[in-house]
């Protein structure tokens, strides 16, 4: 099914928009999974060609309804389109809605559902960064054994102190934690050290980082890419406070 509209008038009418997306979400309801991906991928180019309010809120709460109830090989493609389609996000105007429909499928017992339910938080932090479910959901997931689960949720933290810095209050102790963690794999250290770049706005968390930059820096235990990204992370913020 082609979602361009003839060129008339009236059939780029919101009205249209509308028959498109709900045989969009019929063909995402078929039986084989073909079509669902097919229709799911179709999204993006319906809310590019009419990105109504109106339009982009529905299309997205039937993605947030999708991705709660599909398994997993089709929540992955809906999170995608969560990211392809970012844009489009500020106009959403039932934001908390549609997150209580992600968080059913991050608080399941599925940690690969976990795992991709963190991917689309991430590609949505614009305008989930803020929310105090979100950022208490991410910091549950720091606590899970299963090593995908930590990646993204390291992932979403980077992604969500972009729109929402003082984030990093709510997660220092458990960055900080994980980061001094030797049994952590260093490439996700590496992340969660380079995240607390983010702490440059406050003096008081600037100065304690500090001391643990230094002790990564010269410990050494630590390895030359832990090393390094200490020592970045350091100079990212003395650059950072002498711009200001």
């Known amino acids: 099914m082609s979602t361009v509209a003839p060129n008339s008038d009236t059939a780029r009418s919101s009205d249209w928009a509308f028959k498109q997306l709900f045989k969009l979400e019929s ?3 078929s039986p084989t999974p073909a079509l669902q991906v097919e229709a799911i991928g179709e ?5 590019d060609q009419f990105p109504f309010p109106t339009l982009v809120s529905s299309a997205f709460l039937k993605l947030g309804d999708l991705f709660r109830s599909s398994p997993n090989s ?15 996000l500020a106009q959403i105007t039932q934001t908390e809605e549609l997150l209580k429909r992600i968080l059913v499928v991050l608080y399941s017992n599925d940690p690969i559902a976990r795992v991709l339910a963190l991917r689309l938080i991430g590609n949505a932090s614009l305008i989930f960064a803020k929310f105090p479910e979100a950022q208490h959901s991410i910091l549950l997931r720091y606590q899970s054994s299963h090593p995908l689960e930590i990646v993204a949720a390291v992932q979403t933290t980077e992604s969500m102190l972009s729109y929402s810095p003082e984030f990093l209050e709510v997660v220092w102790e458990t960055v900080l934690s994980k980061a001094d963690d030797p049994d952590v794999l ?5 992340q969660l050290i380079r995240s607390l770049q983010h702490a440059a706005p ?3 968390l600037s100065t304690l980082l500090y001391s643990h930059c230094q002790h990564w820096a010269c410990d050494t235990d630590s390895t030359n890419i832990i090393r390094c990204a200490a020592m970045d992370t350091w100079k990212a913020i003395i650059q950072r406070h002498n711009e200001l």
């Open 27 to 29: 063909k995402c309801r």
């Open 43 to 47: 999204f993006p180019k319906l809310l």
């Open 74 to 88: 089709l929540r992955y493609h809906i999170a995608q389109v969560f990211g392809a389609s970012q844009q489009h």
């Open 186 to 190: 260093d490439s996700v250290r590496v």
């Open 202 to 204: 406050n003096l008081m």
